[in-house]
Antibody, heavy 119, light 106 residues
Framework: QVHLQESGPGLVKPSETLSLTCNVS?????????WAWIRQPPGKGLEWIAS???????YYNPSVESRVTVSVDTSKNQFSLKVNSMIAADTAFYYC????????????WGQGILVTVSS | EIVMTQSPATLSVSPGERATLSCRAS??????LAWYQQKPGQAPRLLIY???TRATGIPARFSGSGSGTDFTLTISSLQSDDFAVYYC????????FGQGTKLEIK
């Protein structure tokens, strides 16, 4: 069974950079799947942020592309997300997930991590 | 942008009964439609993809149907573990999620 686990800070200050890591187990991150970051503000809908392939190929949601970077570390079987210039509207549950097919079908998800932006 | 509309917003059903959830797309998404279940404090869980294919480990009491613009998720004989929020999502043209249907115990 594929298992994903997010790690990172639960609180960041406005204007700071958020760094999250997703550790993947039960599947090689070098298998033929993309890996994604998705977020959900409390009580609101789901927003896809970005996806990455083990080769390093990436694609981003244009709404956040200027502030976001995703990377992959195949030696550690993990991938990461950085979001610059965090603002209150970035407060959300952040999930990592595996992309089953195409670009936007997500079959395995991490449990999520709540990131609050506050001074 | 394809808008996904779910109905009803809240559905009250007794354990053991059948639940029928609807999802309508503002334009055809072919069969590129998924259903997710989300419980409080948990990540969404993929139930159905391709409109009618159950994901790995999903019980047979969950079934999906439809194509084009109208889709249905049916849960036969509801169990206590099934009370949650259900989202539909199209992945035919970019992506979009419905606003969710909360399935609550009657």
């Amino acid at each position: 069974q594929v298992h994903l686990q997010e790690s990172g800070p639960g609180l960041v200050k406005p204007s700071e950079t958020l760094s999250l890591t997703c550790n993947v187990s039960g599947s090689s991150i070098s298998s033929p799947y993309y890996w994604a970051w998705i977020r959900q503000p409390p009580g609101k809908g789901l927003e896809w942020i970005a996806s990455i392939y083990h080769s390093g190929n990436t694609y981003y949601n244009p709404s956040v592309e200027s502030r976001v970077t995703v990377s992959v570390d195949t030696s550690k079987n993990q991938f990461s997300l950085k979001v610059n210039s965090m603002i209150a509207a970035d407060t959300a549950f952040y999930y990592c997930a595996r992309v089953r097919a195409g670009r936007f079908l997500f079959d395995f998800w991490g449990q999520g991590i709540l990131v609050t932006v506050s001074s | 942008e394809i808008v996904m509309t779910q109905s009803p917003a809240t559905l009250s059903v007794s354990p053991g009964e059948r639940a029928t959830l609807s999802c309508r797309a503002s334009q055809s998404v072919s069969s590129n439609l998924a259903w997710y279940q989300q419980k409080p404090g948990q990540a969404p869980r993929l139930l159905i993809y391709g409109a009618s294919t159950r994901a790995t480990g999903i019980p047979a009491r969950f079934s999906g149907s439809g194509s084009g613009t109208d889709f249905t998720l049916t849960i036969s004989s509801l169990q206590s573990d099934d009370f949650a929020v259900y989202y539909c999502q199209q992945y035919n043209n970019w992506y979009s999620f419905g606003q969710g249907t909360k399935l609550e115990i009657k």
